[in-house]
Structures are given as structure tokens and as C-alpha cells.
């Protein structure tokens, strides 16, 4: 069994480095990837100690950067790198880049002015939250806003939250590349460092068409596979993924996306109980 998407407390995890390797000796992880959001601080870390103590399995370099493609919001995972090549890029670019909120902010009022959505006066101030959270309540204030969006939109910030930085014809649409590199940046960078890029959980976004997107980032040459098994994904989703890496001939990956006691239904190796994981499907990622 392997499991090659999992966090630490170094992004959003709950769990520090050395437990995590703990977990995942106990539960007899074969491979694992450790894939923090936007930093590679458990590398560093690893380096500096004698983990192989630990964790008797092998370790793959590994990272899950925020992005952007084609307007599309999205998670690009990043293995098998060379962790000195890639460090300084991510450090300078990710780990102590600040997020443009003020600018994100603008964005979406703007947005919603061109759009005719009823907003009132309003200042960002980051002591309330996110953008988004400022914003969202006031455009729901005003019932004759309801007409421009979906049901769910109207009802749940997360989906709301999902159409306004995936969705170009979303009356709130903010395009993030403001706050990240581009996809085909972080390709380029990745591949310098010797590494492989995969889609992550593909049906996390809520894409209409999301075998488009795919397709835009296969032709594109962005990615290298796709992340096929992971806790979110049904056996239909999963049985659509590898038909599709299957007929392109892209690699596959997969994992947990264990946070830790955060997330504690979701667990290392096994997700919500059976993604299980064969070490076969690295036979094609050519590591060697
Ligand atoms: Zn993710
Ligand atoms: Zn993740």
C-alpha cells in the first residue's frame, strides 16, 4: 500500500512531521509522499534528521501547489523532484509570498458592478475574513440577486466560493492568478527540478466539463498524470479517471489527503476505508 498525498502541520495538517512518519510506519505505508500545500518545510526537515528511523518505507518528494489555468483555479501536485532544485523558487514564489486581498477584493466588486448585482458601499478590511466573506452576505442581502445564480451557489458559501475562481461566466469571477503562479510556470519549474505534475482530485472543483479541463491540460503539456484515487472520489469517478489516463497514456497517482486528527475520518493509506493503493501504479513513472 501507498499513499502519496498527505499533510503535515506545515500547511493544514494537524500532525507534525515525525508523527505523521509514525502513522504512517504503523499502518505499513510502503511509498509516501509528503504533499503540504505551497512549501516544501517537511524536506528541509527530513534532511536535517534521521527519519529513516522511523519510517522504514521510502519517501518521495512531493508538493501540492495552488494554481491557476485557463481562468480555472486548481491543485497541481508535484513529485519526485529534486528537493535542492526546486527549494529557493518555492520559497520565493510560495512560502513568503502575501496574498493580494485588498486586489482580490476589488476584483470581485468590480465583477459584480459590471454584472448589475445590488451591492452596497463597501471596504475590505482583513479583521472580517476573506474576501468572500465579506462580500458573499451582501450580495444576499438583496433578493433580486438570487436570479443570477445556482441554487447551491445562492445556499453554500464553499460552492459559491468554487464558481467565483473557477468559472469564467460567473458574475463574481476572480481570476487567482493574482495570488499564484500559473500552472505552466510551475510546470516548467517542476520539470527543471526533475519532477512529475498530476491534476489533483480533479472532481474536488466543480467543473461543468471537467474531461475539457483535463484535456486543456494534457495539451498544454501541464501535467504528467492524474491523481485518480483519493478519499473524495466515488469508484464512477475513479473508473472515468483511469479510462482517461488509460487512452492518453498519462501516468497515475493517488492518496489519502490525510490532514491528521483534522480530518480524522479520512486515513493514511486507506482514505475513508478502501482506496488502498497498489505500490504497481509507480511501474510506469519511470523513477529509475
Ligand atoms: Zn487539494
Ligand atoms: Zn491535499
Not at 476584483?107 to 448589475?116: E, G, L, P, Y
Not at 453554500?156 to 495570488?179: A, E, G, L, R, Y
Request: aromatic share 14%; hydrophobic share 35%; net charge negative.
Amino acid at each position: 500500500m501507498i499513499d502519496l498525498h498527505t499533510h503535515t502541520n506545515y500547511s493544514d495538517g494537524s500532525w507534525d512531521l515525525k508523527k505523521l512518519l509514525e502513522e504512517a510506519e504503523k499502518s505499513e505505508i510502503e511509498v509516501l509522499s509528503i504533499t503540504d500545500h505551497d512549501t516544501l518545510k517537511a524536506y528541509k526537515e527530513i534532511t536535517e534528521d534521521s527519519y529513516n528511523q522511523i519510517f522504514k518505507g521510502e519517501i518521495i518528494t512531493g508538493v501540492e501547489f495552488s494554481t491557476v489555468y485557463n481562468g480555472v483555479f486548481f491543485h497541481l501536485l508535484a513529485y519526485d523532484f529534486d528537493y535542492k532544485k526546486l527549494n529557493n523558487w518555492v520559497h520565493e514564489n510560495y512560502e513568503i509570498r502575501k496574498l493580494n486581498l485588498n486586489i482580490e477584493f476589488e476584483f470581485m466588486i468590480d465583477s459584480c458592478k459590471k454584472n448589475h448585482i445590488k451591492i452596497g458601499d463597501l471596504e475590505y478590511d482583513e479583521s472580517k475574513g476573506w474576501p468572500i466573506d465579506i462580500i458573499y452576505p451582501e450580495i444576499k442581502k438583496h433578493q433580486e440577486n438570487k436570479k443570477f445564480f445556482k441554487e447551491e451557489e445562492w445556499n453554500h458559501i464553499d460552492v459559491f466560493f468554487n464558481s467565483c475562481v473557477t468559472n469564467k461566466n460567473f458574475p463574481v469571477f476572480v481570476d487567482f492568478s493574482i495570488h499564484y503562479p500559473t500552472a505552466d510556470v510551475v510546470a516548467k519549474e517542476v520539470r527543471r527540478a526533475g519532477g512529475k505534475l498530476f491534476v489533483a482530485h480533479p472532481f474536488r472543483y466543480r467543473l461543468e466539463n471537467i474531461i475539457q479541463f483535463l484535456d486543456i491540460l494534457k495539451d498544454n503539456r501541464i501535467i504528467d498524470g492524474v491523481e485518480v484515487y483519493h478519499s473524495s472520489h466515488t469508484k464512477e469517478q475513479i473508473s472515468i479517471l483511469e479510462k482517461y489516463c488509460n487512452y492518453h497514456n498519462l501516468l497515475i497517482s493517488g492518496g489519502s489527503d490525510c490532514h491528521g486528527e483534522k480530518k480524522a475520518d479520512r486515513k493514511i493509506g486507506i482514505g475513508y476505508g478502501n482506496i488502498n493503493i497498489s505500490k504497481n501504479i509507480l511501474n510506469n513513472w519511470n523513477r529509475f
